[in-house]
């Protein structure tokens, strides 16, 4: 059974960065495509960012591209999340979420997904 867990969330000024990470059990990341999601008050989930089971696909919404970037650590079984030059737009409760797929070169940042951690603050204020 995957279990994902989230933390690294936050307080953070606009402009600050933070770095939210993602630890997988059940599952090595070979096996595992792991997607970045988060949700603010009243307004839908939204998709953040994913990369592959074999790491070689990574993708990023438009709001968030050229500042937040995915990365993983197989010793630690682990997906990051370096969220750069932060918005007070990027305040949400960010969600990984993962889904059983063997050494696959795709990743999606919609729809739902068989796993879900338990989600973490990200609040951006000055």
């Known amino acids: 059974q995957m279990q994902l867990v989230e ?4 307080l953070a000024q606009p402009g600050g960065s933070l770095t939210l990470s993602c ?3 059940g599952f090595t990341l070979d096996y595992v495509a792991i997607g970045w999601f988060r949700q603010a008050p009243g307004k839908e989930r939204e998709g953040v960012s994913c ?10 919404s438009d709001s968030v591209k050229g500042r937040f970037t995915i990365s ?3 010793g630690k079984n682990t997906v990051y999340l370096r969220m750069d030059t932060l ?3 990027d305040t ?6 993962g889904e059983d797929d063997y ?9 739902d997904f068989g ?4 989600g973490t603050q990200v609040t951006v204020s000055s």
């Open 7 to 10: 933390s690294g969330g936050g």
């Open 87 to 89: 918005k007070p737009e």
């Open 51 to 60: 990369i592959s089971s074999n790491g070689g696909s990574r993708k990023y």
């Open 72 to 74: 993983r650590d197989h």
């Open 115 to 118: 796993s879900w951690g338990q």
């Open 23 to 25: 630890t997988v059990s």
């Open 103 to 111: 050494y696959s070169d795709y990743c999606r940042i919609f729809g």
């Open 92 to 97: 949400a409760v960010y969600y990984c979420a």
